[in-house]
């Protein structure tokens, strides 16, 4: 067999912790193989990209290396161990035989300079080139990297472009300099399915035509298996299985792999419920799905009978435009329009999925829904009434009543106060209950209905993990009783694991606070599990709608077939 082109022995990463020591990695050994690439899955928090950064020496400054070995074996020098380097040859190593793509490029790109000149200064730090040789290379790996008007991107702030732009960006910066290890920490998370299979392709044709290797950091056992050769999981900082991508994903061995595996919503049918790792690792029966908590009512997929249902929101004919350049006196000159004559009807009771890629104007329909904004052309009537005519008392109602959940919980919980504080500000601001005991009382009925409970009351959002921040979330905007809830990309942020249990959560407080939800996501499978009835975005309009599993079994529209076909799948 070659000889392992990075090769982790025993490797121990630990942090102080209450007067000890907490190990984040435990005892990791992986080998990657010249021209291979090695997934590396698991939850947040399982050590995944720690390892990474222990690679090029990045971790924190209150981490800790307590054992191991990280052996790279180079073809000028032989073999390196990375933890025992000094400075200066981490320094030749970092970007020039070893470089790092980070999850979220905005924050990894300095806003204040060009992306062509960032990349453009990664060449000169490791190449022996004139800075209009370097800018012609920079130019060339634009191009390389499938970025439209190269020369336009060179010149342009990371702010300008479009996420997928800027992820390609990083990768153009990262290649750059023909590195032989290209390390992928969650490149794809936040990105739509169609610019997520872009990015993988991308990827996979440069390991190709450059002979790189590659480790790809990934909660998603889908994404994985569709770039590894070999996947190693792990689970609370330590490697659980490792192998063949074929092996570990088809007959996996361990329960915490199995789990992860069956997290997924599935897309051939919708189940009553999902599947969650306690269902694996805690004795439960992995076959079958797990049952409802006691109290809630199961979920019985199918159509909605909306003959019956009272329409909440009807729209008709809405448009909305958003100015993009104005003249001296401050009138629009340039416009873009978000929505495009879009009509929809929203019946009580039901799941409405609003699906699309970035920019298809799915937020902006919820800000509109919302009130936030108003439309520029069309109607958007509440319960039979036209919003245009809505006075202070009407409004007032009607926030009560509508409610949204966003995708980052940590951003939209105020960190310097605590869990109960916040969920029972609503509730002493529109006067709910006269004393501080019966508030109390109603934010810990509030936190037990999202299976927290009263012990959470004084914690403070940095305590807790991201699934119980979103559950905190969710209890916050139930305080006043609403029965519409818009949920945008409200689990894509989390880790599979995670996402089944709050979307299990969601459909247990659909039944039994007799909610209505428009889910907003960009994930198929997610908005399959959730959705009655599904409507497709497309440059502001409504290109396609229909029931759930009719649309999936045959969408009318080539976009939505497009859509379909990116989801990744193990």
Request: hydrophobic share 35%.
């Amino acid at each position: 067999m070659k000889q392992p082109l990075l090769s982790i022995r025993d490797l121990t990463v630990s942090f102080s912790h209450q007067g000890g020591r907490f190990e984040a990695v435990s005892h990791v050994s992986l080998d990657l193989y010249p021209g291979r690439s090695l997934g590396i899955v698991g939850e947040s928090g399982s050590g995944k990209s720690l390892t990474a950064l222990s690679v090029l020496t990045l971790l924190p400054p209150a981490s800790r290396v307590d054992s191991g070995s990280i052996d790279y074996f180079n073809r000028d020098t032989g073999r390196m161990d990375l933890l025992a380097a000094t400075e200066s040859q981490i320094r030749h190593i970092r970007g020039n035989h070893i470089s790092m793509i980070f999850q979220e490029p905005m924050t990894s790109l300095n806003p204040v300079y060009t992306c062509g000149y960032q990349v453009v200064e990664a060449i000169l730090n490791h190449r022996s080139y004139s800075r209009s040789e370097a800018r012609d290379l920079a130019v060339r790996w634009f191009a390389e990297v499938e970025l439209p008007e190269p020369e336009r991107i060179f010149r342009s702030y990371p702010h300008e472009l479009s996420g997928g732009q800027r992820q390609r960006v990083m990768i153009a910066m990262a290649v750059s300099c023909e590195p032989r290890l290209l390390i992928a920490d969650e490149p794809t998370t936040a990105l739509d399915v169609t610019i997520q299979r872009s990015i993988l392709s991308l990827l996979e044709q440069l390991k190709e035509r450059y002979n790189m290797s590659l480790i790809f950091i990934s909660h998603d056992l889908a994404v994985v298996s569709g770039i590894a050769d070999d996947v190693a999981v792990m689970h609370q900082g330590a490697v659980v299985e490792q192998g063949h991508r074929q092996q570990v994903i088809h007959h996996p061995h361990n329960g915490y792999t199995r789990g992860l595996i069956a997290c997924r919503p599935p897309l051939d049918y919708r189940p009553e419920r999902l599947k969650t790792l306690a269902d694996f690792t805690s004795g439960g029966t992995a076959g079958d799905a797990p049952s409802a908590p006691e109290g809630a009512a199961s979920i019985t997929p199918g159509k909605t009978d909306r003959s019956r249902k009272q329409v909440i929101f009807s729209l008709q004919e809405v448009s909305k435009d958003f100015s993009l350049k104005t003249n001296f006196w401050g009138r629009a000159v340039e416009k873009l329009r978000a929505l495009d004559q879009v009509s929809l009807e929203l019946y009580q009771g039901e799941t409405l999925g609003l699906v699309g890629e970035s920019g298809s104007g799915k937020s902006t329909l919820a800000r509109l829904l919302l009130y936030l904004i108003r439309p520029d052309e069309g109607s958007l009537m509440y319960k039979g009434q036209d919003m245009a005519y809505f006075g202070g008392k009407d409004m007032q109602g009607f926030r009560q009543q509508v409610q949204i959940v966003f995708q980052d919980p940590y951003s939209t919980l105020n960190p310097r106060m605590s869990v109960g504080s916040m969920i029972s500000e609503p509730l002493y601001f529109y006067r709910l209950y006269a004393g501080r005991k019966e508030r109390r009382d109603r934010v810990v009925q509030l936190l037990e209905s999202v299976r927290l409970g009263a012990e959470y009351y004084s914690r403070y959002p940095h305590e807790l993990s991201g699934g119980q921040r979103q559950r905190v979330a969710i209890a916050r905007v139930l305080a006043l009783n609403p029965e519409f809830l818009i949920c945008d990309e409200a689990v894509s942020a989390l880790d599979v694991s995670i996402q089944a249990e709050i979307l299990n959560l969601l459909q247990d407080l659909k039944q039994q606070f007799d909610l209505t939800y428009v889910f907003i996501t960009h994930d198929f499978s997610v908005v399959r599990f959730m959705s009655d009835r599904i409507a497709v975005m497309k440059d502001g309009r409504v290109v396609e709608t229909g029931a759930s599993d009719d649309l999936f079994r045959q969408p009318s529209e080539p976009y939505t077939r497009r859509l379909l076909e990116s989801i990744p799948s193990v």
